[in-house]
């Protein structure tokens, strides 16, 4: 999975900013609000046009996390909405999956897990018909739904996993889990506050200033290397890599661990990311046009 670089910079400021176009938005009371996506769509499709009409909707995988590209993905038509490109958008979700996506695997409990995608809506029907392709997808992020708190040992990430809706940073263990590394006995040497804001290496000493990894990071976040410097062993820290080919070295660091929100302790877009178990800028879709477009797996 490639790490966003510049352009991921580009949408996530143009959200951050306000956006452009026109924002997704309910126009009418249809309900409680279960959850609310925030995202933005940028770049080019030749089958959308420059001032052409994309319409982002939820996809749910009935055969869980294995799902592999967009084969199999069924949309749910009441989580939908369309906008005139490019726009960032705010996509309320008032109800939970249908019934028929959640899935329950044979060693955890029920859970359903889906992908935004953006297509052109040519006939307005607000369905998705086999001759309109598929143009926007999210290179890193899937939506997580859960009926019922699943434990660690059995939900999809290997952590606790509260009932209702998350997004998640999309790298989930769909193999054995590995047990995860513990960090080395904490030292005097470290006095950085993992996850704070910084704008230089300076500030996090003995650690660094993360503006991008996995994604970009507004405002920066505090983080040490792996393995930590000499007498530094991070509290409260968990151990993450960059996915990628499994023949390369993958850039790792010791980021803030966390089980809730209030652990993190920043504003949007940052979260408790309940697949990675840290506190990072994940909870934002960035979502990018292409012919087709990258459709990251969520299995590692």
């Known amino acids: 999975m490639a790490i966003l670089g510049w352009r991921g910079g580009l949408l996530l400021g143009a959200l951050l900013g306000g956006g452009c176009g026109d924002p997704l938005v309910d126009e009418q009371y249809q309900g409680q609000v279960l959850f609310t996506l925030r995202g933005n769509v940028m770049g080019a499709s030749d089958e959308v046009g420059p001032a052409g009409t994309v319409r982002i909707a939820v996809f749910w995988s009935p055969q869980g996390s294995r799902t592999l590209g967009t084969a199999g993905l069924v949309e749910q038509p009441s989580a939908s909405d369309q906008a005139t490109l490019p726009f960032s958008f705010t996509l309320n979700l008032f109800d939970p999956p249908p019934p028929a996506q959640i899935y329950t695997p044979p060693d955890g409990d029920p859970y359903a897990i889906a992908q935004l995608l953006g297509y052109p809506d040519r006939n307005g029907n607000r369905l998705r018909d086999p001759d309109e392709p598929i143009v926007a997808a999210s290179e890193s992020r899937a939506l997580l739904y859960a009926p019922t708190e699943l434990p660690a040992n059995r939900s999809p990430t290997g952590l606790l996993i509260p009932a209702g809706y998350h997004l998640i940073f999309s790298s989930i263990p769909c193999g054995p889990r590995p047990l995860p590394m513990p960090a080395p006995p904490p030292g005097p040497a470290c006095p950085v506050m993992l996850g704070q804001p910084c704008m230089s290496d300076t500030q996090c ?96």
């Not at 062993?233 to 990628?244: D, H, I, L, N, Y």
């Not at 940052?270 to 800028?281: E, F, I, K, W």
């Not at 909870?283 to 477009?293: H, K, S, T």
């Open 205 to 300: 000493a003995p650690g660094i200033c993360l503006h991008d990894f996995l994604l970009p990071w507004p405002q920066g976040g505090c983080a040490l290397n792996d393995p930590p410097p000499t007498g530094c062993g991070p509290p409260s820290a968990v151990r993450v890599s960059q996915p990628g080919p499994m023949t390369m070295p993958s850039p790792t660091y010791w980021l803030k661990s966390c089980t809730t929100d209030a652990d993190c302790g920043r504003d949007f877009p940052y979260q408790c990311d309940l697949a990675l178990g840290a506190c990072a800028p994940t909870r934002i879709f960035l979502m990018q046009l292409g012919d087709p477009p990258m459709v990251a797996p969520w299995c590692r």
